[in-house]
């Protein structure tokens, strides 16, 4: 099959990943193989392709937002799906169930996390084999295309949006407008909530507002209103200070990257006082991706997407990197 292998990390625009045929992918006990259609580019993918994250093998197949089709069941499989079946793969890939935090059912936490594109082959190819039980039925109504941003993007922004504390009727403040805020905004305002969004990118905040911002400005503005909750999906550590500023007393920061440059030094009471909270999002659980491909179909969540052919997985990562994708990109696998 073809496949973008990262085989050494570095700057994307140096061509460290190169298409490259690769055996096909073989079912273990209690996996299935996908014959993928679509998949999703993520800033993590960024993340892993450049270095930032500490690899654990390589060389390795980026991308864990897939969509695709049951081609083959490995043994032991629970007859979950069958063969022919759109389904999705997230980033999770696969959890212990034995560590104390599985236990706890907060396996986004789990101490053994297995995660596809980065601890196993992911979505830039043709084919992948995953855990059956790891795997989500993928909503109607939505194309292939579309759907992949909500395996990574949408649930991230589900979660962040649950760690936020916001609730209908409430404001919410949203920095950085990438995929996942640009989901994240789709649901808040399907839930009652009122958007606020932060950018540096002008086509960023005009998207916000098409999409129904009740106000989008840039990175030294002020949002009119005291925000109830604020999600921080730029990785800027500065960025931090600035929706803590602008919460009300209470309010809820969550904070929704993988990776963040540092943040600077708080001033207690401009920045936390007032018994507002500051939380992190580490990955998602099952759960998580369950409860929010259902609420984005009852919502009718659509996703803005550039689709790009898998060779140009590179020019795709490059125009994230510059904060030129609006919405989403996406790899067409054919």
Not at 5 to 10: F, I, P, R, S
Not at 140 to 149: C, F, M, V
Not at 152 to 161: D, E, P, T, V
């Amino acid at each position: 099959m073809k496949a973008m292998v990262l085989e050494t990390c570095g700057p994307v625009h140096d061509r460290s990943l190169v298409l490259k045929e690769v055996p096909d992918p073989r079912p273990g006990p209690g996996e299935v193989v996908l014959e993928i259609s679509a998949c999703g580019v993520c800033r993590t993918d960024l993340h892993i392709v450049e270095g930032d994250l500490e690899l654990p093998r390589l060389p390795l197949i980026p991308g864990h937002q897939i969509v695709g089709r049951v081609a083959e069941l490995g043994p032991e499989t629970q007859g979950r799906f069958q063969v022919g079946e759109r389904v999705g793969l997230p980033w999770l890939h696969k959890t212990c169930g034995s560590c104390p935090f599985c236990r706890e059912e907060k396996e986004n936490l789990c101490e053994n996390a297995l995660f596809t594109g980065f601890h196993r082959d992911g979505g830039y190819a043709e084919k992948v084999k995953a855990p059956e039980d790891f795997l989500y039925r993928m909503p109607e109504g939505l194309s292939d295309l579309q759907a992949a941003p909500l395996l990574c993007a949408g649930i991230i922004g589900h979660r962040a949006l649950k760690i936020s504390g916001v609730q209908p009727g409430q404001r919410l403040g949203l920095y950085g407008f990438g995929a996942s805020a640009h989901v994240a905004l789709q649901i808040a305002l399907h839930r009652g909530c009122e958007c606020y969004v932060v950018s540096r990118t002008p086509s960023h905040r005009e998207l916000a507002r098409k999409l129904g911002a009740a106000w989008a400005g840039g990175p030294g503005e002020t949002p009119p209103e005291l925000l109830h909750s604020a999600i921080v999906f730029a990785p800027a550590g500065p960025v931090v200070l600035q929706a803590l500023e602008h919460l009300r007393p209470a309010g809820i920061c969550a904070l929704a990257g993988v990776t963040m440059t540092p943040i600077p030094q708080m001033d207690y009471e401009k920045h936390l006082f007032h018994e507002k909270v500051l939380r992190s999002v580490t990955a998602a659980t099952r759960e998580d991706g369950e409860t929010h491909l259902a609420e984005a179909a009852r919502a009718g969540v659509r996703t803005e997407v550039q689709v790009f052919p898998l060779e140009d997985a590179a020019k795709a990562l490059t125009l994230l990197k510059e904060s030129r994708i609006d919405g989403a990109a996406v790899l067409r696998i054919e």
